[in-house]
Every structure is written in structure tokens, then in C-alpha cells.
């Protein structure tokens, strides 16, 4: 079975500085998506980023970008200039046809002012 | 365009109870899944829909929990009876296509709290 694991059950980051955070997963299949979420206080499941596993190219958006290593299975959250409101739960999530929806444990980040 | 819409956000009610949660996805998505969170186990998948049809429930805990979908537009999730354990946060996710990089659209859960 798919299994998606994140190392760091909690991680801390000083204001404007950057932040990485681990994910790797285990599967067979050679189709797939991934996607790191946020989880705030308030408890929405937000999306932040997601990746093709066909795609070679790193997905960026704004400050956050990933470091998608197919033959590794590892998928890293880099956040940069971390913020105050980047204080949150981080889900990294796996979804292929056999799994439409793998999460891992979560990773809490704390930032510092 | 509203979201996933899920109700009650708190419940609170005594072992043994009847227990239902609802969940209404984003019109025109055909995908619906359950999910439980908890600080031991994190995030689970319980049961997942495909056009209102159930497609692998694997994840439901026990017998004790159901799950429907009678519509394209409503999804309840029952726990009957009801124990302690059972606590946590369910929260519902709708999207289009199983198999997409379409992500999946999170309500803002249901705090479910058994005494």
C-alpha cells in the first residue's frame, strides 16, 4: 500500500528566514500527484502547492516551492521569507487512481518573531 | 463560490448516542471523501464516493459507521452507537476527478467530542 511519511513532527523557522520541510512516499505506481496543504488554527485544509509526477520542472508558487526527486520518492516543502501567518500544520498528500487521497502525519511549523 | 459546506462544526453528545454528520461538496464535483483527524493517527481516509456511489470504504473503523450519499449535493456520515473514541475531527473534501491534479476541497470540519 501507498504510504506517505513526514519525518519532522515539528519543525521551527525565525521570521524572513527559510524553512524545508521532508515528505516521502512509497509506491509502485508511476502516476501520480502530489500536494502539500496547510492546516492553520482555524482548521481549514488549505492548498499550497501541488506537483505532477511527469513533470521534471519543481513547482513554485510564491514563496513556497518543492523538491520533487522521483527516483528518491521525496518530496520537499521549501518555504521561503517565512511569515507569521506560515505558523501551521503541513500535509503532504499522495493521489493516483489505486489512492485518491494519502496523507501524511503532518508537520507542525512554528515561526519565530 | 461556496465551498465544501459541513455541519454541525461542534458536537458534543454522550456514549451511545446516534451521531450524524453532513456534508455538502462543491456543485459539479464528483468526488467526496470522509475524512478523520486525530492527533494519534493523523489524517484518514474513511470512505470515498464516486458520483454518489460508494468505491472503497476500507477505512470506516468499524461497523459502527456508515456513510451515504444520496445525491450528487448531500453526504452524511453516522455513527451509531456512539463511544469515546469516536472523538476527533471528521471533515468531508469534495473534487473533480479521482485521478487529477485537481486537489481536493476541504470543509472546515466537524469537532465531534463523546463523553
Known amino acids: 500500500a501507498q504510504t506517505v511519511t513526514q519525518s519532522q513532527p515539528e519543525m521551527s523557522v525565525q521570521e524572513a528566514e527559510t524553512v524545508t520541510l521532508s515528505c516521502t512516499y512509497d509506491t509502485s505506481e508511476s502516476d501520480y500527484y502530489l500536494f502539500w496543504y496547510k492546516q492553520p488554527p482555524s482548521r481549514q485544509m488549505i492548498l499550497v502547492i501541488r506537483?505532477?509526477?511527469?513533470?521534471?520542472q519543481n513547482a513554485t508558487e510564491n514563496r513556497f516551492s518543492v523538491n520533487f526527486q522521483k527516483a528518491a520518492k521525496s518530496f520537499s516543502l521549501k518555504i521561503s521569507d517565512s511569515q507569521l501567518g506560515d505558523a501551521a500544520m503541513y500535509f503532504c498528500a499522495y493521489r493516483s487512481a489505486s489512492w485518491p487521497g494519502r496523507f501524511g502525519a503532518g508537520t507542525r511549523l512554528t515561526v519565530k518573531p | 463560490d461556496a465551498g465544501v459546506i459541513q455541519s454541525p462544526r461542534h458536537e458534543v453528545t454522550e456514549m451511545g448516542q446516534e451521531v450524524t454528520l453532513r456534508c455538502k461538496p462543491i456543485s459539479g464535483h464528483d468526488y467526496l471523501f470522509w475524512y478523520r483527524q486525530t492527533m494519534m493517527r493523523g489524517l484518514e481516509l474513511l470512505i470515498y464516493f464516486n458520483n454518489n456511489v460508494p468505491i472503497d470504504d476500507s477505512g470506516m473503523p468499524e461497523d459502527r459507521f456508515s456513510a451515504k450519499m444520496p445525491n450528487a449535493s448531500f453526504s452524511t456520515l453516522k455513527i451509531q452507537p456512539s463511544e469515546p473514541r469516536d472523538s476527533a475531527v471528521y471533515f468531508c473534501?469534495?473534487?473533480?476527478?479521482?485521478?487529477?491534479?485537481?486537489?481536493?476541497?476541504f470543509g472546515d470540519g466537524t469537532r465531534l467530542s463523546i463523553l
Open positions: 473534501a469534495s473534487s473533480f476527478g479521482g485521478y487529477s491534479n485537481q486537489p481536493q476541497h
Open positions: 506537483q505532477e509526477a511527469y513533470k521534471q
